[in-house]
T-cell receptor, first 112, second 114 residues
Framework: KQEVTQIPAALSVPEGENLVLNCSFTDSAIYNLQWFRQDPGKGLTSLLLIQSSQREQTSGRLNASLDKSSGRSTLYIAASQPGDSATYLC???????????FGKGTHLIIQP | NAGVTQTPKFRILKIGQSMTLQCTQDMNHNYMYWYRQDPGMGLKLIYYSVGAGITDKGEVPNGYNVSRSTTEDFPLRLELAAPSQTSVYFC?????????????FGSGTQLSVL
């Protein structure tokens, strides 16, 4: 059974810092890995998707990497801003129709 | 562009009551999913569907039922609600199960069973 772990569970940093969120998964036979952002009382917004054949994806200040063989992904946020405060969820798709397996998330607070 | 729409946003049920959570998407996606999220936890898959008339169980299906009569709609039925079903429910969709396809999520339904 696929298990996804996210470290740290919570993180608080001053504005302007660069930071890294970590995600690990137990079964390397994945289709893709997605990073989501979740704001309180809201749904999930997809930030980045890395296909199993890819090593990284970038969008603006966000960069996600994937090392499938070691079962690890990182989400790098550059020059953090208070608006980045949210919970960040990592999820893997193992293939077929049965959706995503999620980690518990990292609750991120950026201090102004 | 509405995307994935869930209703209601909030609901309080008494133990033993039944209700249907509605989900509709206007993107003509074949794949639809229902997840639940308990406090401090990741999302867990309840049921999914790969097209109209086809549904299958996910990780935590007990106490729930689904149907998919149209491409657009994927309602989730709770029979005999229990306190353990207090959670936030999310519906999601994707066009296919291809490796480059993202899942699009609704804004969720917060359900309390008292």
């Amino acid at each position: 059974k696929q298990e996804v772990t996210q470290i740290p569970a919570a993180l608080s940093v001053p504005e302007g810092e660069n930071l890294v969120l970590n995600c690990s998964f137990t079964d390397s036979a994945i289709y893709n890995l997605q990073w989501f952002r979740q704001d309180p009382g809201k749904g999930l917004t997809s930030l980045l998707l890395i296909q199993s054949s890819q090593r990284e994806q970038t969008s603006g200040r966000l960069n996600a990497s994937l090392d499938k063989s070691s079962g690890r992904s990182t989400l790098y946020i550059a020059a953090s801003q208070p608006g980045d405060s949210a919970t960040y969820l990592c999820a893997v798709r193992r293939g077929g129709a049965d959706g995503l397996t999620f980690g518990k998330g990292t609750h991120l607070i950026i201090q102004p | 562009n509405a995307g994935v729409t869930q209703t209601p946003k909030f609901r309080i049920l008494k133990i033993g009551q039944s209700m249907t959570l509605q989900c509709t998407q206007d993107m003509n996606h074949n794949y639809m999913y229902w997840y639940r999220q308990d406090p401090g936890m990741g999302l867990k898959l309840i049921y999914y569907s790969v097209g109209a008339g086809i549904t299958d169980k996910g990780e935590v299906p007990n106490g729930y039922n689904v149907s998919r009569s149209t491409t657009e709609d994927f309602p989730l039925r709770l029979e005999l609600a229990a306190p353990s079903q207090t959670s936030v429910y999310f519906c999601a969709s994707s066009p296919t199960a291809a490796t480059n396809e993202k899942l699009f999520f609704g804004s969720g339904t917060q359900l309390s069973v008292l």
